[in-house]
């Protein structure tokens, strides 16, 4: 499974930026897609993943609220749209794919997408 990430890049606190990442490759709309995030000098996180349906999501408490993320079944492509962005939302954001919908732990991921920068200024 390929992932393909594009968005991103720079904004205020307050304002919005959104991601995307399209899965490609044999038996991509088997997987959970999600997003992780990694600030300079801390760990990759989770921020938030979305069921092969569709219809199932669950967010980091940092971004519940505040961030929402979709699925397009049909292109394979998940969606992260990031709303009231605050400066602590700095951060390289990795598209992650997985079978394993129950976890977040960053070893349970399959596949991983190259990272996309998110700077946010306050």
């Known amino acids: 499974v390929q992932l393909q990430a594009y968005g991103g890049g720079s904004a205020h606190a307050g304002d919005s930026l959104r991601l995307s990442c399209t899965a490609s490759g044999h038996n991509a709309g088997d997987y959970t897609l999600g997003w992780f995030r990694q600030a300079p000098g801390t760990a990759r996180d989770f921020v938030a993943r979305?069921?092969?349906?569709?219809?199932?999501?669950i967010y980091a408490d940092s971004v519940k609220g505040r961030f929402t993320i979709s699925r397009d079944g049909y292109k394979n492509t998940v969606h992260l749209q990031m709303d009231s962005l605050k400066s602590e939302d700095t951060a390289v954001y990795y598209c992650?794919?997985?079978?394993?919908?129950?976890?977040?732990?960053?070893?349970?991921?399959?596949?991983w997408g190259h990272g996309t920068l998110v700077t946010v200024s306050s």
């Open positions: 992650a794919a997985m079978l394993n919908y129950y976890t977040e732990r960053v070893e349970a991921v399959d596949y």
């Open positions: 979305v069921s092969v349906s569709g219809w199932n999501k």
